[in-house]
């Protein structure tokens, strides 16, 4: 011990500067130790990560979706609307459920748009065959804990959203002054974030009710 | 000075001026120009608006006494600064707002407004506004409810939200309306000006009565008690501005008209009883014109952009950060030196 | 060389005497950011703790290795490695904490007072007493974020650790889980620390005032 705090000190002590090469030399063994390090965490934990990232989306899916036991992605590309297997999500994505014989439901799309503080990002199930949202789910938002998290924490609002009509633009009016099909009671206190959600449903709507295809022409589970 | 027995040698340091007006005097004069707004204030929401002034006064005069030093405590309340501050925060605060957050606005008012800067006359804020501010950020569904004004008849008539336990929420008991602000901004529905020059209107109790905002006004700037540069600028400011934004998008949109912005919401007791505090605004005359432009300009952009429909709250705060900045640029230069 | 009871010392400072964030104010970016609720500031703390204790063990066993040119950037380097494992570790283990927690694991990376102890602390002494002094100084971190995390639950939300402490009438104070919330109650807990400070100061120069005088007093 003594001998190595020596060391330290007659190295501080001289004058002559270690080398340029001993320095690389020393970066560069922490780095590629360093990287080796970070790979194995890496390898370690991706199988779950991935596993969560999957089930998140999944059951987010699900849960717009009702009755819904398989699902695929959709990939909007040359005008056409295409099963994909890739990993990862861009907003040119939208899923497809299947009930247990693999018959088709209906879609959830996503979309986004500015809240009162930060993007929110909203994923919603959509029937085709009567033309009505089956649910909403808020996958990520940053809107004031206490009041604009009402929209994923208010049950009541959230539950506005199950079979409802989307043929006509949905809109969100105050607080017990809803008299149309199409309007959405908003969040007493919150009214710009229940707009928001509103107006990110019906701009995705509209991006993709002219891409969805005929009614009977959906694109069929692919059991692979 | 001049029952001094020998007056033909007066040995004095600086000032040699002295004038009448101390602090107590000055807090007097404010004191007797808000009795109209607070008569109004008890006129419109009744008992209610009476607990709640007490509350928050008593709020603001136990936080000064606790945290002033024992010996200088007696000092400290008499100048009656603290009780004032409690007095304009309750005037800021809707009819309906549970007791106990009136009670800890008064007290974050004096304790983060005041002492923590180290008492009267060392504030950057005005401490009324930084209380209210915080019940704002705090509670903030509880500081928009709004309760509608009501009557002679129902002066008796108490909000039972008023008695929620600490900690707790309000029962409210009466429909919340909103106000006219608020009706402009949501609704896009105007009120009419008698309303709101008379005051019963909703909103905060001691802001919905233009007319007794207006008298107490009057007295403070013929007492020449506040700076009139103040008002004035923020009067002309906001009331081009909001004429110029009404001329761009047209009648039928939700831009108020001049009168309308001077008239509504806190302008006015914002104006004359909170930016002219003379701690916290700029020394120089100069400087008060920028201040009153700066607040003017503000408070009607944030109520048509921002996301609360009244604004002179944060108007005035901003201001408040930007006075250091205003005196040190308005000083008068020295004569004969180069900038 | 220094006896047991000075590595205790090393570690027993960063609790109160040195404590990193009420004495150094040191690490102010995660106190600030992550400590809207008490679990997440625990979290917060463990992450800390684990990539200080690792970076103070290495930096300390490789002194007399690491050339003083480039010590910064190595250092960086084995700190980036442990928040790494940390990050990557959260994502696997604790998806929803690791949301919520979100950017401010990789900036442990940032944090000063990590930085700071390699420099000050564990590039100078030897592994015992650096590893002693990391653990202290990052338990000193997380009882901090603790405090802060801890009121800023309750008052903010009426609840602890999730458990709700004031049933549904309960009115938040949104402000304690927004930012300024955040400043607030740091403001005012090294208010509150500084106070008792030189409360008990004072109350240690009075006790050993009046034994003094009680000394002179019984040597007459």
Known sequence: MTDKQDNIKTSSITTEEPSSSRLIFSMAVAGFISGIIIIAIYM????????????????????????????????????????????????????????????????????????????????????????????????????????????????????????????????????????????????????????????????????WSSRLPQQGNEPLLDKN | MMNNKDPKLLLQS????????????????????????????????????????????????????????????????????????????????????????????????????????GGLGTNLFNPALLGRAFLLGTFPIAMTTWG??????????????????????????????????????????TTALGSLFMGNTAGSIGETSSLFLLLGGLFLLLRRSIDWRIPAAIFLTASLFSLIMLLINGADSNFPSPLFTLFSGGLLLGTFFMATDPVTSPLTPRGCWIFGIGIG???????????????????ILLMNAATPLIDRYTQPKIFGRKS | MATDTSAYEEMIKGLWRDNPVFVQVLGMCP????????????????????????????????????????????????????????????????????????????????????????????????????VMDAVGMSAGFMI???????????????????????GANFEPWVIMILPPGGFLTLGLLLLFFNWFTERRREFLLKVAESSRVAYVDGDK
């Open chain 1, 44 to 207: 370690l934990t991706f199988d779950t990560i991935k596993e969560n990232k999957a089930r998140e989306l999944r059951e987010a899916v699900f849960k717009v979706l009702p009755e819904v036991s398989f699902m695929q992605k959709l990939h909007f590309m040359d005008n056409k609307l295409g099963v994909v297997k890739a990993e990862g999500m861009d907003d040119e994505m939208i899923f497809a459920g299947y009930d247990k014989q693999g018959k088709f439901i209906g879609y959830a799309i996503q979309g986004k748009g500015p809240g009162f503080q930060d993007t929110i990002h909203v994923l919603f199930g959509y029937l085709s065959s009567n033309q009505n949202i089956t649910g909403m789910e808020i996958l990520d938002s940053r809107e004031t804990p206490g009041l604009g998290d009402k929209i994923f924490k208010d049950m009541d609002f959230v539950g506005e959203f199950i079979n409802l009509p989307i043929s006509k633009e949905i809109k969100a009016v105050k607080k017990g002054k809803k008299t149309q099909e199409n309007e959405i009671d908003a969040i007493t206190g919150a009214t710009i974030s229940s707009k928001a959600v509103v107006r990110i449903i019906n701009i995705a709507f509209n991006k």
């Open chain 2, 14 to 117: 600086a000032p040699l001026l002295r004038q009448e007006l101390t602090t107590p005097a000055a807090m007097k004069d404010v004191w007797i120009a808000l009795l109209p707004a607070t008569a109004a204030a008890l006129w419109f929401f009744g008992l209610s608006a009476l607990l709640l002034l007490v509350t928050s006064i008593a709020g603001a005069v136990l936080t000064e006494w606790v945290f002033t030093d024992k010996d200088k405590r007696r000092f400290a309340i008499s100048d009656t600064s603290a009780g004032l501050t409690g007095l304009l925060l309750g005037l800021t605060l809707p009819p309906g707002l549970p007791l106990w957050m009136a009670f800890l606005g008064g007290s974050v008012s004096i304790g983060l407004g005041k002492v923590i800067w």
């Open chain 2, 148 to 189: 509608p004004a009501g009557g002679p008849g129902e002066f008796f008539q108490i909000h039972s939200s008023n008695f929620a336990w600490p900690l707790m929420q309000g029962q409210y008991d009466a429909l919340s309306t909103a106000t006219p602000l608020g009706l402009m901004k949501f609704e896009h529905e």
């Open chain 2, 297 to 315: 300009f503000l408070v009607v952009l944030i109520r048509l952009y921002g996301g609360l429909p009244e604004g002179m709250l944060y108007a």
């Open chain 3, 31 to 130: 106190m600030l950011a992550v400590t809207n609720s008490a679990i997440n500031a625990v979290v917060m703390g463990l992450a800390t703790f684990f990539v200080l204790v690792g970076s103070s063990f290495l930096v300390s066993s490789f002194k007399q290795w690491i050339p003083k040119q480039v010590r910064i950037s190595l250092y960086i380097i084995i700190i980036a490695t442990f928040v790494t494992v940390v990050d990557y570790s959260l994502l696997a283990l604790l998806p929803t904490i690791h949301k919520e927690l979100g950017a401010f694991i990789p900036l442990i990376v940032a944090n000063c007072m990590i930085l700071g102890r390699q420099e000050a602390f564990a590039s100078k002494h030897n592994v015992k007493y650096a």
């Open chain 3, 144 to 166: 901090a974020l603790f405090a802060l995390g801890s009121v800023r639950e309750i008052l903010g939300v009426g609840a602890f650790f999730g458990i709700d402490l004031f």
